[in-house]
């Protein structure tokens, strides 16, 4: 499927044509069947939409966020890439093997029926069936010799494959990736799903580092679940609507509404029990998470209890589907609207985690790489989506 090589290295290169046209360019030959529509590169075999945004140029570095479309895609694929390099053609020849290897790769694996694996989860006594397009492992070293001798060999995803899948939710698509970092005395570890960071798997990585007698290493690798339509659910609203929808909840919080009225109202605007019921309650743990410093590498879990049952769903952050589209929102809110601390405050206290916080700091403890827990009773007919 692919051809892609580097080219013979000279100094102080410069594509003759725009770094975006140049990028289109490398992937219409080096994927069947691209075309360069100007904007985008059009896979029409597999229905894909892949257009690439630059970042200015730093030295000895460019940066390069790939993004990925697909009508059966429940949430877009952003992939953040930084090539090295004394010259931008050197940084884009670099920056395509990537965008090669480890974005374009497994996700055509899966869209043109290619090799692929198929990972089963359960969640909420109902079974997801996802195929799985997994890159190969990108690594950098200084010493192949001892990085060969001391990190495990096997992919991140193969290795920890268990603990990742409890991450997965009910959406039609996953974005996973895995980095693991550790250059001089620094320690540099990453798992996103869906472009959000997952602080307990994170910790995973940086835990398995730490037990590698190797330095000065870097190993990244990317995977793509996509759902079988068989085991899909309806997940009724869309990112944009989800977030246009928080966007209005944000402000009610803020004071703009009574508290009381504020589930009418949201219910009113959704026309839909269930996310009404998560914008007015976890809208406040996001901004308390983002906003508090002491949550940062805390250990998350929501535990949903239902009418008339004792026993929780206990869930993790990324299985709740409108939770990163909320957490864009609360980004945007802040980083659009800038509200003063009074504002911030006044959606914090509605939360539990700020008085969860509050004892901690009673009792002279941290919530930091610590496990919170956040209770609620969900309406009757709550549906998780």
């Known amino acids: 499927m692919f051809g892609f090589g580097k080219k013979e290295k000279k100094e102080e290169r410069q594509p003759s044509i725009s770094m975006e046209e140049w990028m289109y360019e490398t992937i219409c030959m080096n994927v069947e069947g691209?075309?360069?529509?100007?904007?985008?590169?059009?896979?029409?075999?597999?229905?894909?939409?892949?257009?690439?945004?630059?970042?200015?140029?730093?030295?000895?570095?460019?940066?390069?966020?790939?993004?990925?479309?697909?009508?059966?895609f429940t949430d877009e694929i952003e992939e953040f890439l930084v090539g090295p390099g004394n010259d931008t053609l050197q940084q884009l020849q670099d920056l395509a093997g990537q965008a090669m290897g480890l974005v374009l790769a497994p996700i055509l694996s899966v869209l043109t029926a290619g090799e692929c694996e198929r990972k089963i989860t359960r969640l909420d006594e109902e079974e997801h069936e996802f195929y799985s397009g997994v890159s190969n492992t990108i690594s950098r070293c200084r010493d192949r010799e001892s990085m060969e001798r001391h990190v495990p060999r096997q992919g991140l995803f193969e290795r920890f494959e268990q603990e990742i899948l409890e991450h997965v939710g009910k959406k039609n698509n996953y974005w996973i990736k895995l980095y693991e970092s550790h250059f001089g005395n620094e320690i540099n570890c990453e798992a996103r799903i869906n472009n959000r960071i997952v602080p307990e798997l994170t910790a995973l990585l940086t835990e398995d580092v730490q037990n590698c007698a190797a330095m000065d290493w870097d190993q990244k690798q990317t995977v793509l679940l996509l759902q079988d339509p068989s085991t899909r659910t309806d997940g009724l609203f869309t990112a944009a609507q989800i977030q246009e929808y928080a966007g209005?909840?944000?402000?009610?919080?803020?004071?703009?509404?009574?508290?009381d009225d504020i589930y009418g109202r949201l219910l009113e605007l959704t026309g839909d029990e269930s996310l009404s019921f998560e914008l007015l309650y976890l809208l406040p743990e996001i901004f308390c998470f983002r906003c508090l410093q002491d949550f940062d590498t805390c250990r998350r879990k929501i535990l949903l209890y239902r009418p008339g049952q004792q026993e929780s769903l206990a869930l993790n952050e990324s299985q709740i589907g409108s939770y990163n589209w909320m957490e864009a929102a609360v980004e945007r809110y802040l980083s659009e609207e800038r509200p003063d601390n009074s504002v911030l405050l006044q959606i914090i206290r509605l939360s539990s985690s700020a008085g969860a916080l509050s004892a901690a700091m009673e009792k002279g403890s941290s919530m930091k790489n610590g496990r919170h827990f956040i209770a609620l009773n969900v309406p009757e007919h709550y549906v998780l989506r």
């Open 248 to 259: 209005q909840a944000i402000h009610m919080l803020a004071g703009e509404v009574p508290y």
């Open 34 to 72: 691209a075309q360069n529509r100007g904007a985008f590169v059009e896979i029409p075999g597999a229905s894909l939409k892949v257009w690439a945004e630059f970042f200015p140029p730093q030295p000895q570095m460019l940066q390069m966020a790939l993004h990925c479309s697909h009508p059966e």
